[in-house]
């Protein structure tokens, strides 16, 4: 039989919430860890194998965690064994609506399983196309509140993750991204801020670190470049681009963020994978050790 020290057996709890180690202050973060969203890599991920050889990918890249999204089905059990071999975590998701909505305890479970401390949503359906309709919006989170309530009772956290649209303004002026946050208190919903798109939408990263301190947990880093091929602006990995990333980093310190994942939706004619590797590169480069 093992036996585990009490500090051991609260780090694995802490790890199961969210949090690393059981001496950690909530908002105090020792060093911030670099992962790698798997979005990024989707079409190498349509498949157990394909899923596994970009665990291991990661894993020796230098990467210290992943985040779970657009990659094929999988069991729980599978992952855990997976990111157990290959010295990953995997603290967070972005898990659809429906299932959040209609399989909270189930969803719930299998975070616990293979030690996600949030459960994430990549965006409110429809919500751009209907023009940034806010009684569509409203719905969302309306059927979201059970579920977000139940997911903050097990002990983990609901995250939004934005995109350009929630920088629009609602009629009394303020930001659709501020009328989300104010639906609920830190303790029970994270923003996962993704810097590119707060810039797409006109804001500055730096300065919605400092807005949304202590809610921000994890955070999306990729960056942005003019292209005259497109005559419009590109996703870029980290430093092959023109966001301020020294700042966006400071932000990060003072905002307390704990997961930092590196995602590149489109990767136009690059290999996703080196996009991943330079964009870690430049991370290191720029002062983000882990």
């Known amino acids: 039989m093992i036996v585990r020290s009490e500090k051991s057996a609260k780090n694995e709890n802490c790890r199961k919430n969210g949090r690393r180690n059981a001496d950690e202050v909530p908002g105090k973060v020792k060093q911030m860890i670099i992962g790698a969203q798997l979005y990024t890599v989707r079409k190498k991920c349509d498949t157990l194998e394909g899923l596994d050889n970009t665990l291991r990918i990661c ?38 609506l429906k299932r959040i909505v209609e399989e909270t305890d189930k969803v719930i479970e299998e975070h616990k399983i293979f030690g996600a401390g949030y459960v994430g949503l990549g965006s409110v359906p429809d919500f751009k196309n209907s023009g940034c309709n806010m009684e569509l919006l409203d719905s969302c989170f309306e059927s979201l509140a059970p579920a977000i309530e139940k997911i903050r009772d097990a002990g983990l956290k609901f995250m939004y993750h934005n995109h350009n649209m929630e920088f629009s303004k609602t009629a009394d002026g303020t930001t659709v991204l501020d009328y989300i ?110």
């Open 59 to 96: 894993s020796e890249m230098g990467y210290r965690a992943v985040q779970l999204s657009g990659i094929c089905a999988y069991e729980a059990g599978w992952m855990k064994e997976k990111l157990e071999k290959y010295g990953l975590e995997a603290p967070i998701t972005h898990t659809p």
């Open 181 to 290: 946050a104010a639906k609920y208190p830190a303790s029970d919903m994270g923003i996962t801020l993704d810097v590119y798109w707060v810039t797409a939408g006109g804001g500055d990263p730096a300065q919605w670190l400092e807005k949304l301190a202590g809610r921000v947990d994890c955070i999306h880093f990729k960056d942005m470049v003019y292209s005259g091929a497109d005559q419009a602006t590109r996703m870029a990995p980290v430093g092959r681009g023109n966001l301020n990333y020294p700042a966006i980093l400071n932000s990060c310190r003072k905002a307390g963020v704990k997961y930092a994942f590196v995602e590149q939706d489109h990767c136009y004619d690059e290999d996703a994978y080196d996009c991943l590797r330079v964009s870690l590169e430049n991370l290191r480069a720029l002062g983000a050790k882990d």
